[in-house]
Nanobody, 116 residues
Framework: QVQLVESGGGLVQPGGSLRLSCAASGFTFSMYVMSWYRQAPGKEREWVAFINSGTGTTNYADSVKGRFTISRDNAKNTVYLQMNSLKPEDTAVYYC?????????WGKGTLVTVSS
């Protein structure tokens, strides 16, 4: 079964850290460009970070640059998002996305709430 399953979300205080994981199955994970997106309540889904399938090149939205790190382990078919120095405005459902040629896959998301 082709799927992406996110995990690792939860409630964290401002300034804290979380690591999200996205486990892939049913397809050749190493070939896919993987990204993280997020959608805050009442807002559009926005891109957060991506990591490509070859060199591992990464890129980040300005709002998370220097605080978030995307990485992948092709042996484990998993992409990660390490989130540090979290702010209340990082509260959102976080989704992973995989793209290869014309194929786009989405996970169902994991909720991150940053609040004291």
């Amino acid at each position: 079964q082709v799927q992406l399953v996110e995990s690792g979300g939860g409630l964290v205080q401002p300034g804290g850290s979380l690591r999200l994981s996205c486990a892939a199955s049913g397809f050749t994970f190493s070939m896919y460009v993987m990204s993280w997106y997020r959608q805050a309540p009442g807002k559009e889904r926005e891109w957060v970070a991506f990591i490509n399938s070859g060199t591992g090149t990464t890129n980040y939205a300005d709002s998370v640059k220097g605080r978030f790190t995307i990485s992948r382990d092709n042996a484990k078919n998993t992409v990660y998002l390490q989130m540090n120095s979290l702010k209340p405005e990082d509260t959102a459902v976080y989704y992973c996305r995989g793209v290869w040629n014309s194929i786009t896959l989405w996970g169902k998301g994991t909720l991150v709430t940053v609040s004291s």
